[in-house]
């Protein structure tokens, strides 16, 4: 899963609670993304950064938002908004903005389990 | 709009029998495909991309992928399969000279691999 961590591994909340999905990489990757997967849907997109203090939806950022002060660090945060959230969310990171034929790296992942 | 089309959702094969898992892409302009393999309730590992060049692309654990422009495929393959090899594979594509925009992904394809 190479530099980028997820925190926690396994999360649980309750319905009408925010709340915020860590992700790290030490890879001085410069743009980050967040999926969601659900079985049989694939991954889908929610949010991505390219640079610092800048960030795009996705096709699903609907009930989510992120932010993104440290290169380092992407984190999301699923709202109360969100209908459905429970799913395994993951992070992933490339090297450049702005240049194409990078593969992104991925994080480990976080279930987000809503009770 | 770009997409990606993985066409079986399972794909069985006995071990030490060749496996293909398969790939067909839409894109406005030149693709970068690539596969990326999951393990459960990981995130993803990259195997191989094709940027350009060779349409026989190698990669990691054997594996190796054949782009073929006409049919706007990028079918996964290996010689001769593992137990291992039993996982979620998934297909995904970025337009060339797009920028490092998100990779767009396949819902993917379950491989089973039978002693």
């Known amino acids: 899963d190479g530099g980028i961590t997820q925190s926690p591994k396994y999360l649980f909340r309750k319905e009408g609670q925010n709340v915020t999905l860590s992700c790290e990489q030490n890879l001085n990757h410069d743009a980050m993304y967040w999926y969601r997967q659900d079985p049989g849907q694939g991954l889908r997109l929610i949010y991505y950064s390219q640079i610092v203090n800048d960030f795009q939806k996705g096709d699903i950022a609907e009930g989510y938002s992120v932010s993104r002060e440290k290169k380092e660090s992407f984190p999301l945060t699923v709202t109360s908004a969100q209908k459905n959230p429970t799913a395994f969310y993951l992070c992933?990171?490339?090297?450049?903005?702005?240049?194409?034929?990078?593969?992104?790296?991925f994080g480990p992942g976080t279930r987000l389990t809503v009770l | 709009a770009q997409s990606v089309a993985q066409p079986e959702d399972q794909v069985n094969v006995a071990e030490g029998n060749p496996l293909t898992v398969k790939c067909t892409y839409s894109?406005?302009?030149?693709?970068?495909l690539f596969w990326y393999v999951q393990y459960p309730n990981r995130g993803l590992q990259f195997l191989l991309k094709?940027?350009?060049?060779?349409?026989l692309v190698k990669g990691s654990y054997g594996f190796e992928a054949e782009f073929n422009k006409s049919q706007t495929s990028f079918h996964l393959k290996k010689p001769s399969a593992l137990v291992s090899d039993s996982a979620l594979y998934f297909c995904a594509v970025r337009v060339a000279n797009s920028g490092n925009t998100p990779l767009v992904f396949g819902k993917g394809t379950r491989l089973s691999v039978i002693a």
């Open positions: 992933a990171s490339t090297i450049r903005s702005g240049a194409g034929p990078d593969e992104q790296f």
């Open positions: 094709y940027i350009t060049g060779d349409n």
């Open positions: 894109v406005s302009g030149n693709p970068y």
